[in-house]
């Protein structure tokens, strides 16, 4: 079955804009989850969704925002772009992590270069 | 909050020698282990996990860990590294029991033939 996908895989955008990422689960996973990845920051959680509702929050600013979709796909927001948001940006899919034994899925991510 | 240390940010190894990568967590309760490998430009994919019952754990491509609670302790483990295993390797723990993990910095390996 198809694996995690994410689109676009790259983007470039100016400082102030906003941008907004998509993260399509693999079938029949109810839960996405979001991360941010950079050489000096590693890779750091944002937020997780299940069944439209965020369950869990990292620590990011405001700007960073989400939503997931009764089809269990996800959008990530991020307004008021600054240099350091610079990243690539992964979601992740699993079943129900909170329901024992599962794994996360990864996407190839989101390159997003803010200049 | 829980952390991961991993301990070796860059490891460099010949073919057929025999790996070992540290990782040490800081949560002291049930905790589910995994080890991720990011191949160059490719997805993170999962090599191991653990949850309960034996603490050595077999992965996919010869990869093992073993998970020593009295240490804190899950090391991943190879007894004989190709050419192809040259990645970036993290050690992660679930928190909260939903799908956020906490990850390791990483260890960049490079095996060279």
């Known amino acids: 079955k198809a694996g995690v996908t994410q689109t676009p895989r790259y983007l470039i955008k100016t400082r102030g804009q906003q941008v907004t990422l998509s993260c399509s689960p693999i079938?029949?996973?109810?839960?996405v989850s979001w991360y941010q990845q950079t050489p000096g920051q590693g890779l750091q959680f944002l937020f997780e969704?299940?069944?439209?509702?965020?369950?869990n929050k990292g620590n990011f600013p405001g700007r960073f925002s989400g939503r997931q979709f009764s089809n269990s796909r996800s959008e990530m927001n991020v307004s008021t772009l600054e240099l350091g948001d610079s990243a690539l940006y992964l979601c992740?899919?699993?079943?129900?992590?909170?329901?024992?034994?599962?794994?996360?899925?990864f996407g190839q991510g989101t390159r997003l270069t803010v200049v | 909050a829980q952390s991961v240390s991993q301990h070796n940010h860059h490891v460099i190894l010949s073919e057929a020698a025999s790996l070992e990568l540290g990782c040490n967590y800081s949560y002291g309760g049930t905790v589910n282990l995994f080890w991720y490998v990011q191949y160059p430009g490719q997805h993170l994919q999962l090599l191991l996990k653990y949850f309960s019952g034996d603490p050595l754990v077999k992965g996919i491509k010869g990869f093992e860990a073993e998970f020593i609670k009295s240490k804190f302790s899950f090391n991943l483990r190879k007894p004989s590294v190709q050419w192809s295993d040259t990645a970036e390797y993290f050690c992660a723990v679930l928190s909260g029991g939903y799908n956020k993990l906490i990850f390791g910095a990483g260890t960049r390996l490079a095996v060279h033939p």
């Open positions: 969704y299940f069944s439209e509702t965020q369950r």
């Open positions: 992740a899919s699993s079943l129900n992590p909170g329901a024992g034994d599962t794994e996360a899925f």
């Open positions: 079938s029949g996973h109810r839960s």
